[in-house]
């Protein structure tokens, strides 16, 4: 799995690889440069303080300034191109996940905690940029000092590097332990920030609920829980890894300790230059903190390799609805759309359809009625095809959906959904949502369809009101009366409206169904209604219940029978 993780992170890095090898040059610089500095200790105490030699003392004031402005550039331009190419990385991760999730089945989007999405686009990828920034720049700067200050070590001592050398691995066998506690601690870290997104979207949105049942006490013992079991863990993590660096201290100092018990008696014993043994002590000290880097390497690495699998989880989330091979566009509807026994389950769960099969004719008004949970807006969502039939099929013009791309078939479509869900922008722009480029007069004129310019025009920002989140600055009926503007606009040949008038009073509901009656004209319309007035006009009441088929026919047929249509009807459900 990591391996695949590395290959597609490298990916990613291709596109940067100039910069990234450039940046690569401007470490080596640094570590070569940080180099030197130690190494200018041999002349300064050997030759200027040991021989008196005022001439090496002005080329080393003179080097010092000069190495560390060359430095100072060197860094920068190190920090800049790695943050740069760490920056388009998600930023591009950023916008395919999204893109992604937009194509996504409804499945997926109605089964996932919208909460674990946002974490993962938000969290995982922050997680992702810090790793990219970082990684590289010890995998590479650090990896190069310590291999430029072993040189120097070697060059001064051969025999006193070797026994450091030694100390090295040693030191490091704790950090391996250390690494996987702090791994399992960052997957779970993670998964519990989730549970915080997941809460906060869900209970701020439905905070009137809330507020209505004096439930807020629940609340925010609900996520006072969640943060505190977060707050747990990423303690436990911090514990964790404040104490990897002291143990790697405690043993790195035993091992300075012990060479320098011998090298100071080479020193006094003439064997060795004073200059030679603070230079090699001086590197010795300074492999200290890219050795403290490596510590943190590796649980940076298991972090952000955690990170990228749950990210690339999203990225490879397969779309349940793919189109066929071949699939072509729907040209034209000229006939009927037909439901061939179909059946259909939502997940694992029982049979929501069974073997429904009827007809909608073109130009025909098709009603669909029955209890609630009969079925009747799963319909309406195969017809859309966000889902696939279980069984059975669903043809246009006798030809299978499934053989049409699905953008066309919803490009028949208008529908207004039971709830209305509006954007949190300008009305306006909700109702041009339906027909891209929509000119302002054909704005008004679907407005004036759907009997809401009258409202539009009285509210104090007229058609550029925002209207909330979800709408809710909107009434209900007022919601849904954009919502049908923004079906209208799109002129289309199918109309799917799940039961749209159910928000409105008794006098708009009555000119909203007088404006729908002129917009269902000459057009097909599937309508899921509790009203009697539409259901009497349909050419076709299909009776459903429990997800079966009843009964069929109009609405004179159906109530001089004794069926569930009746009843419904005196039950006043329709
Ligand atoms: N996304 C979903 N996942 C799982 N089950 C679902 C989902 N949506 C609906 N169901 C189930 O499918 C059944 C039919 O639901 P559907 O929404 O089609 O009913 P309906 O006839 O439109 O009812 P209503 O008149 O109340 O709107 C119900 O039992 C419901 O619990
Ligand atoms: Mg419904």
Same mark, same amino acid.
């Given at each position: 799995m990591n391996k695949t993780i590395y290959k597609r992170l490298l990916e990613y890095f291709k596109e940067h690889k100039s910069r990234f090898i450039t940046a690569v040059l401007c470490m080596a610089g640094v570590s070569a440069l940080n180099g030197m500095v130690r190494l200018l200790i041999k002349p300064m105490i050997d &030759?200027?303080?040991?021989? &008196?030699?005022a001439g090496t003392l002005s080329l080393i004031v003179i080097a010092i300034p000069s190495i560390y402005l060359l430095l100072g550039v060197l860094n920068y331009a190190k920090n800049y191109l790695m943050s740069y190419i760490a920056q388009k990385i998600t930023l591009q991760i950023r916008n395919e996940a999204y893109s992604h999730l937009q194509f996504l089945s409804m499945r997926f989007h109605t089964s996932g905690s919208t909460g674990r999405v946002v974490a993962r686009l938000t969290n995982d990828i922050s997680f992702l940029q810090t790793a990219l920034n970082k990684i590289p720049a010890t995998a590479v700067l650090d990896v190069l000092t310590v291999m430029v200050l072993m040189g120097i070590m070697f060059y001064l001592n051969w025999k006193f590097a070797l026994v450091s050398l030694v100390a090295f691995p040693v030191a490091s066998i704790p950090i391996i332990k250390f690494t996987r506690k702090m791994r399992d601690l960052s997957r779970h870290g993670q998964k519990q920030m989730a549970e915080i997104y997941k809460h906060l979207g869900e209970s701020l949105g439905a905070i009137n609920i809330t507020k209505a049942f004096n439930r807020e006490k629940t609340e925010i013992g609900r996520f006072s829980r969640a943060n505190r079991d977060f707050y747990e863990l990423v303690i436990r993590f911090v514990k964790t890894e404040a104490l990897s660096s002291p143990i790697m201290e405690f043993l790195g100092a035993l091992a300075i300790a012990l060479v320098l018990f011998f090298a100071a008696k080479e020193v006094i014993g003439g064997y060795w230059s004073a200059g030679s043994f603070f230079a090699f002590f001086g590197a010795a000290f300074s492999i200290y903190q890219p050795l403290r880097n490596f510590a943190q390497f590796n649980p940076q690495l298991q972090q952000a390799l955690s990170a990228s699998e749950r990210i690339f989880e999203i990225l490879e989330e &397969?779309?349940?609805?793919i189109e066929m091979p071949g699939a072509q566009p729907v040209t034209d509807f000229k006939k009927s759309i037909t439901f061939d026994g179909v059946g259909f389950r %939502?997940?694992? #769960?029982?049979?929501?359809? &069974?073997d429904v099969s009827f007809e909608i004719k073109k130009g025909e008004i098709v009603a669909l009625v029955g209890p =609630? *949970? =009969? #079925?009747k807006t799963t319909i309406a969502h195969l017809l859309l095809r966000f889902y696939n039939p279980s069984s059975g099929k669903i043809c246009l013009d006798g030809e299978d959906? +499934? @053989? %049409? +791309?699905s953008a066309s078939l919803r490009e028949l479509m208008g529908v207004v959904t039971q709830e209305p869900v509006l954007f949190n922008e300008s009305v306006l722009y909700n109702i041009s949502y339906g027909k891209e480029n929509a000119t302002e007069e054909e704005i008004i004129n679907a407005a004036t369809i759907a009997h809401c310019h009258p409202f539009i025009t009285k509210?104090? #920002? *007229? %058609?550029?009101t925002v209207v909330g989140e @979800? *709408?809710?600055?909107?009434s209900g009926g007022e919601k849904q009366r954009i919502a049908i503007a923004r079906a209208i606009i799109k002129d289309p040949k199918i109309l799917i409206l799940?039961?749209? +008038? =159910?928000?409105?009073d008794a006098e708009s509901e009555k000119q909203v169904q007088a404006a729908l009656e002129k917009v269902m004209e000459g057009r097909t319309t599937v309508i899921i209604a509790h009203r009697l007035a539409t259901v009497k006009k349909a050419n076709k009441i299909v009776v459903l219940e429990k997800g079966s088929i009843v009964d069929a026919g109009t609405h004179e047929e159906l109530f001089k029978k004794e069926g569930l249509y009746r009843r419904l009807h005196q039950l006043q459900i329709i």
């Open positions: &030759k200027v303080f040991i021989q &008196k030699d &397969k779309p349940e609805i %939502y997940n694992q #769960g029982q049979s929501v359809l &069974k =609630s *949970g =009969s #079925g959906i +499934t @053989r %049409y +791309t509210m104090p #920002g *007229g %058609y550029n @979800r *709408g809710v600055l909107l799940d039961e749209a +008038t =159910s928000a409105l």
